[in-house]
């Protein structure tokens, strides 16, 4: 079987809510797409997150995909449109920083302001905080690693003794439970 006839028999799977489906589709198309996508920006980390959510995008909207003949030209169209939709918000919001910054710098905060910026944060903190503590100690060793070490799915697996598949879910699911405790 070729491999476009390959990927439309993931996607139809992952339609019917095949988890494994969405890992095969993953590993036959990963490397395609993060090349795909070094073509349009050479920020490579910014790349593999996008190709990552672009698959959480799937598995979370699987029931309401529809069917695709070239399943990779979507993927490519999908990831190229995230891509630009996150370096346009970049963009943005380091203009927003800079304007942010130098109003700052040009009229102090006041003491109330400060004190209400502190509690935000500190409230912030402490949501997370209790929403981490409802993660299981592998979930938050992958979720540390992953996010606060800045390793990647590989080496994330490599370090943790487990399959590529295996830290993916367990990331998924982790980053799936902290959504629902956040909201």
């Not at 919001?93 to 003491?111: F, G, H, K």
Request: positive net charge; proline residues 1%; charged residues 25%.
């Amino acid at each position: 079987m070729n491999e476009d006839a390959l990927n439309t028999q993931y996607w139809e799977q992952l339609r019917k809510g095949d988890k494994q489906a969405l890992f095969e589709l993953y590993n036959n198309t990963y490397f395609h797409l993060v090349r795909f996508g070094l073509k349009i920006t050479a920020h490579d980390e910014l790349v593999k997150d996008c190709v990552t959510q672009l698959f959480f995008q799937l598995w979370d909207k699987h029931t309401r995909l529809q069917p695709v003949t070239h399943v990779r030209a979507y993927l490519f169209t999908s990831l190229r449109r995230m891509l630009l939709d996150k370096l346009a918000y970049q963009s943005k919001t380091s203009a927003a920083i800079s304007r942010l910054s130098a109003d700052e710098v040009a009229a102090e905060l006041s003491y109330e302001e400060i004190i209400v910026r502190v509690q935000h944060d500190e409230e912030l903190r402490q949501k997370l905080h209790r929403a981490m503590q409802q993660l299981t100690p592998k979930q938050k060793e992958l979720i540390r690693l992953m996010f606060f070490e800045g390793l990647t799915y590989e080496e994330v697996a490599a370090r943790t003794s487990q399959s590529i598949k295996t830290a993916y879910n367990t990331i998924y699911n982790a980053i799936h439970l902290l959504r629902k405790l956040l909201k």
